[in-house]
């Protein structure tokens, strides 16, 4: 199932943002400052990540996108990536039983050919095992960038109609990461930085942005609670006039 781009049609708008993205950010920092290894906070991020997927759900949250490791992450020092590659597979084979029985779909999309044969089989046998899954999608972004979707989306499209010369937004749709879902109403980068750093540069055209200093070690309930909060106050308008939206309220 594919959904349809916002910046084609004017999606349905809920007090609990129906899709959830976030940039974990602050992990290294978080560890720094109390002097112990960078992969302590990476560590020490995991039990956030369960945290906030189980407040997700308590919340009726249906998709959970986490950017967990970039494209361009390879640039950090090797030691760390080959740490984060280990907590990747050691949270692979201790989660996916409990989020199965929790009813979660587990889906991870990016550029998954530079992992290690052991934790691509890991991977598709998660998604295989939570496949039929309703309660709450849980999407990790790895090895993923954003102009490398829409580059191998735009590559997919064309091999699939040789000889047209003119596409649109809904034949690309299909063939981009994350086609399954709807586009995020509701980015949250934790750390303090304020940037989108390459992460679901086509899906979030309309989304609503949330950045806080809090490290994502830090990032509990409460914290993912005053995100949504943030975004209830906003006025999402899809190109309309706030006029037009409440003479749409006042209809409804």
């Not at 960078?38 to 189980?54: D, F, M, N, P, Y």
């Not at 790895?142 to 040789?162: E, H, L, T």
């Amino acid at each position: 199932m594919t959904h349809s781009s916002s910046t084609q049609a004017v999606p349905n708008i809920s007090p609990v943002p129906r899709h959830i993205a976030i940039i974990m950010d602050g992990n290294g920092r978080w560890a720094t400052k109390r002097f112990l290894p960078r992969v302590a906070g990476h560590g020490k991020g995991v039990e956030a990540v369960r945290t906030v997927i189980e407040t997700c759900v308590e919340r009726g949250v249906e998709y959970l996108t986490l950017f967990a490791f970039s494209s361009e992450n390879w640039r950090r020092p090797a030691e760390e990536v080959s740490l984060l590659m280990r907590l990747f597979v050691t949270a692979l084979e201790r989660e996916v039983a409990k989020m199965h029985a929790n009813g979660i779909r587990l889906k991870v999309v990016g550029d998954l050919s530079r992992f290690d044969a052991r934790l691509q089989e890991l991977i598709a046998a998660a998604e295989r095992r939570t496949a039929n899954n309703q309660r709450l999608t849980v999407t990790i972004c790895a090895n993923y960038g954003g102009r490398w979707d829409i580059m191998q989306a735009v590559g997919k499209m064309i091999a699939a109609s040789p000889g047209a010369t003119e596409f649109g937004e809904e034949q690309l749709s299909p063939y981009l990461a994350m086609a399954y879902a709807p586009e995020p109403d509701l980015f949250i980068r934790t750390g303090g930085e304020e940037r989108i750093s390459n992460f679901l540069l086509w899906q979030l055209a309309y989304t609503e942005l949330y950045f806080t200093d809090t490290f994502w070690p830090d990032f509990d309930a409460n914290a993912l609670d005053t995100a949504i909060e943030s975004y209830r106050q906003r006025e999402r308008r899809f190109g309309r006039t706030s006029e037009q939206l409440v003479e749409k309220k006042k209809a409804s």
